[in-house]
């Protein structure tokens, strides 16, 4: 079928891969990019949702089921097992299959899970549930982020993939009203959040009918008939019927067929350095992220503040997360991707030490929205830079290994905070998140940086 759509095609010649990837860094920002923007963006901020709103189930369920540390580190950390192997498998099926096919599926399979855990009546289903909303999850974040850096103009696309990650602070700032107005409001409102939570189902359908699919992937898989069609679209939104190649991109030298040649291409002499700095910098970004702002309202609790009162805080803290990628946005196209990723960082490690230290409301406020600031603005300039460093061919595999590292961390984190809360308490535990940013900041130097230069260059 696909044979007879070519031989229909007007043009008397295919364009080349070269030719369909000139065109789209070429285009200007249209509304078809807009489209794919915020498509993307909203399936990003009901995975921020689901994230954040078990921060303050935990905290709740702590007290309602008299579960101990080692339980509630366990309802925190199985959601990150699944995101641990959802990153990785999901990238892997991405370059396999395509992008909005496997960002569908990854929504409709956590989106159900979330759903099914607001009728759960113990810890042992629970931790089920959560393991599969953490496999959707994990495959969703990398292949959206792959997505629409393949259809962003490139003078602009580290910028949009920062717009794109702030549709986190959107959706954690909905699990924060969530957290603040519903949970508290009755025995049962942890139940009803988690039933909000499985609004990412739906949205699946949208995503698999409503969104088009990258053409630099149907470009890569010999699917050209398909990929002009997309580009047409977007050239004709834009009042251009061939939008000016800027100069030819060279073809790949890096062309994998299978999952273990892929592997075996992140590691070969091209990509090795890059793809330890990036799994590294992923790793210590994931462990003081996840280790820091799933706790913070139950450490807030412990601290003697009450559950709405701690809610509180957390909400006002959450609300700097968009000043934080807002600026991460302007600068990132400004100072280029790597200075950007670590100031950030920089930033977040001193936060971190001075939130850890914080002894008046006013203090706790202050630091937690530096934190927010400076973490949440490195997460996009992070979230812009993974998807650059590897072809196309290698492109959704590369960021999702990166995030399945990551997600080793995630898993970790929750389970070593209340050993180290027991030990130290926040002194000790924010000092030793400062400590994971330096290293983060340090390896972001070995990554490269594309900043306004074709996707596929090297």
Not at 37 to 61: E, K, N, P, R
Not at 243 to 268: C, F, G, Y
Not at 308 to 333: K, N
Request: glycine fraction near 10%; aromatic fraction near 12%.
């Amino acid at each position: 079928m696909r044979r007879l759509y070519d031989e229909r095609m007007p043009h008397t010649e295919l364009p080349s891969r070269a030719s369909i990837a000139s065109r789209l860094d070429a285009l200007p920002f249209s509304r078809p990019h807009l489209r794919v923007l915020t498509g993307s963006g909203l399936g990003w901020a009901l995975d921020a949702m689901d994230v954040g709103l078990i921060s303050f189930i935990i905290a709740v369920l702590a007290q309602q089921w008299e579960l101990s540390p080692a339980e509630t580190g366990w309802i925190a950390s199985i959601g990150f097992v699944g995101m641990a192997i959802g990153a990785s498998v999901g990238g892997l099926l991405a370059d396999r299959l395509g992008r909005r096919q496997v960002f569908a599926l990854t929504l409709l399979i956590y989106g159900l899970a979330t759903g099914a855990s607001a009728l759960v009546g113990g810890v042992a289903m629970l931790l089920v549930l959560r393991f599969f909303v953490g496999l959707g999850l994990g495959a969703e974040l990398p292949v959206a982020s792959t997505y629409v850096s393949e259809f962003a103009p490139a003078a602009i696309r580290g910028r949009l993939i920062v717009i794109l990650e702030a549709f986190w602070a959107v959706g954690w700032t909905a699990s924060a009203l969530i957290g603040y107005f519903v949970i508290p409001a009755s025995e049962d409102g942890w139940r009803w959040a988690f039933a909000l939570g499985a609004i990412p189902a739906a949205y699946a359908l949208v995503v698999r009918w409503g969104l088009p699919e990258s053409p630099r992937w149907l470009a890569s898989r010999g699917r050209m008939a398909e990929a002009e069609r997309v580009v047409s679209t977007f050239e004709t939104a834009a009042d251009l019927k061939r939008a000016p190649a800027p100069r030819p991109i060279p073809a790949p030298r890096t062309v994998a067929e299978n999952a273990a040649q892929r592997m075996s291409a992140l590691w070969s002499s091209e990509f090795r350095v890059r793809t330890l700095c990036i799994w590294l910098v992923w790793f210590c970004v994931n462990f003081a992220y996840y280790g820091a702002f799933i706790w913070i309202p139950s450490i807030l609790m412990q601290a003697g503040y009450d559950l709405v009162r701690s809610f509180g805080f957390t909400l006002l803290i959450t609300l700097a997360q968009l000043p934080g990628y807002a600026v991460a946005a302007w600068l990132i196209e400004v100072w280029g991707r790597r200075a950007t990723l670590s100031v950030f960082l920089a930033g977040s490690a001193i936060s971190a030490v001075l939130f850890g230290t914080a002894g008046s409301e006013q203090a706790i406020i202050a630091t937690g929205m530096a934190l927010s600031f400076f973490n949440l603005g490195a997460w996009g300039a992070l979230y812009a830079v993974t998807p650059e460093l590897y072809p196309t061919s290698l492109r959704a595999t590369g960021s999702g290994w990166a995030a399945g590292v990551g997600r080793l961390a995630s898993i970790l984190a929750p389970l070593l905070v209340p050993v180290m809360l027991a030990s130290g308490g926040a002194p000790l535990a924010f000092s030793v998140f400062a400590g994971f940013f330096i290293v983060a900041t340090v390896a972001a130097w070995g990554l490269v940086d594309l900043r306004g230069r074709a996707l596929d260059e090297r």
